[in-house]
């Protein structure tokens, strides 16, 4: 093979593992939230997730994922309406207890109902009001493009990031 780049640059593509794909990920740092919503009985519903970005300014859309054996899946595919709440610092231990299966979420949490009976978390750095506009199954993960209704933002709450597998308040030394 003939190519302009030199041998040592050259490499083929080898085999990795499940770990190794997961640490590789855990190097990007990104924000920490939890996404919430109402389930057609009325109980609330709530979760801790790391993958959410931006997916458009306009109209203004967001995007995040959740595993297809998370036992809120059902709820958040059924819903119209989704909040996603971007943890401040001192949120760790909120991130924590919604990470947490079986736990009791809401009845020490304080949060009020959105407009569209969304629980809404009290004293997050930013929060997105979000419609289920569309949901697209892929791999391992469900993936959820909400279009913004409403937004809010604390610039004076510093996040809460997550990193090679562990949250900081403090951020990343």
Known sequence: MNSALPTSVLRTAEPFSQREFRDALGQFATGVTIITARGPQGHAVGTTVSSFNALSLSP?????????????????????????????????????????????????????????????????????????????????HMLFIGEVEHCEHHADRTPLLYHAGHMHAHGLL
């Not at 995040?64 to 760790?92: C, D, E």
């Open 60 to 140: 203004a859309l967001v995007l995040w994922s959740l595993g297809l054996m998370a036992n809120s899946l059902p709820v958040f595919r059924q819903s119209t309406h989704y909040a996603i709440h971007v943890l401040s610092a001192a949120q760790k231990p909120l991130a924590e207890l919604f990470a947490r299966k079986g736990a009791d979420r809401f009845s020490h949490t304080a949060h009020h109902d959105s407009v569209h009976g969304v629980p809404l978390l009290e004293g997050c750095a930013a929060v997105f009001e979000c419609r289920n506009l569309r949901q697209h199954e892929e791999g391992d």
